[in-house]
């Protein structure tokens, strides 16, 4: 059983997934770093409004900024941002498309219908 602390952080995690937006930004940063301008106009927002959401994912530990003069350029925290949203997007693909589970456990040969998990 995970101790009370991992469980809270794993919940927090989720909970900042659970908006459209902040997994947008979230997608757009597992393509490579990028500043609050660029991701506003990937992700159809506000850059008031994307620089809301950062902070939220920076806090909960999803995201993390690089500051280069007046500029900050953002960028996921690690691998297990891209393991953690590829898996949500997977799981999505399958109940859209009312797909069966794998049968081996194997998910590397799942790909979502909207594109792969490293694109």
């Excluded at 908006?19 to 597992?30: E, G, H, S």
Aim: overall charge negative; some cysteine.
């Amino acid at each position: 059983m995970p101790d009370d602390e991992q469980v809270h952080l794993a919940a927090e995690g989720f909970r900042m997934l659970a908006d459209p937006t902040r997994i947008k930004i979230l997608w757009a940063l597992l393509q490579g770093e990028s500043s609050v301008a660029c991701l506003a106009e990937l992700v159809g927002a506000s850059p008031t409004a994307v620089s809301q959401h950062l902070a939220k994912l920076r806090l909960a530990g999803l995201v993390r900024g690089r500051r280069e003069g007046t500029f900050v350029h953002y960028s996921a925290t690690d691998v297990h941002v891209r393991a953690l949203l590829a898996e949500a997007l997977f799981h999505a693909d399958h109940t859209d498309r009312d797909l069966p589970d794998h049968a081996s456990g194997d998910l590397t040969a799942h790909v979502p219908a909207g594109g792969a998990a490293g694109s």
